[in-house]
């Protein structure tokens, strides 16, 4: 199973940027899914989740994505994708995508880490 994100680069402060990450080895319908991003000075975060096509697709913000960052899926394509709108230089990060899944209470994670894509936002 591998999660492929892309579309990340550099951006000035104020632009738009679109992630996509393509999973392949599994099919992602069923699954709630989530955008995450890390930094080299912080842990890796939950920013936005989408429950799956049979639970309406209800989306949830986290952090400074509220307002800012629209998650969607496709599970024709086996996508889920993440708008971002008006960059800071603080959204500067690797995202990832992986399951937002519960077990137990704690978060787990059927399915290998991807790279990821890195997003700079220049001031």
Not at 76 to 87: F, I, K, R
Request: aromatic letters at 10%; proline letters at 5%; one cysteine or more.
């Amino acid at each position: 199973v591998q999660l492929q994100a892309s579309g990340g680069g550099l951006v000035q402060a104020g632009e738009s940027v679109r992630l996509s990450c393509r999973a392949s080895g599994t099919s992602l319908r069923g699954l709630h899914m989530g955008w995450y991003r890390q930094t080299p000075a912080s842990d890796r975060e939950l920013i936005a989740t989408i429950s799956p096509t049979g639970r309406g697709h209800t989306t949830e913000y986290y952090g400074s994505a509220k307002g800012r960052f629209t998650i969607s899926r496709d599970d024709a394509s086996n996508t889920v994708d993440l708008q971002m709108n008006d960059l800071k230089p603080e959204d500067t990060a690797v995202y990832f995508c992986n399951t937002d899944v519960y077990l137990n209470g704690a978060p787990y994670f059927p399915y290998p880490w991807g790279q990821g894509t890195q997003v700079t936002v220049s001031s």
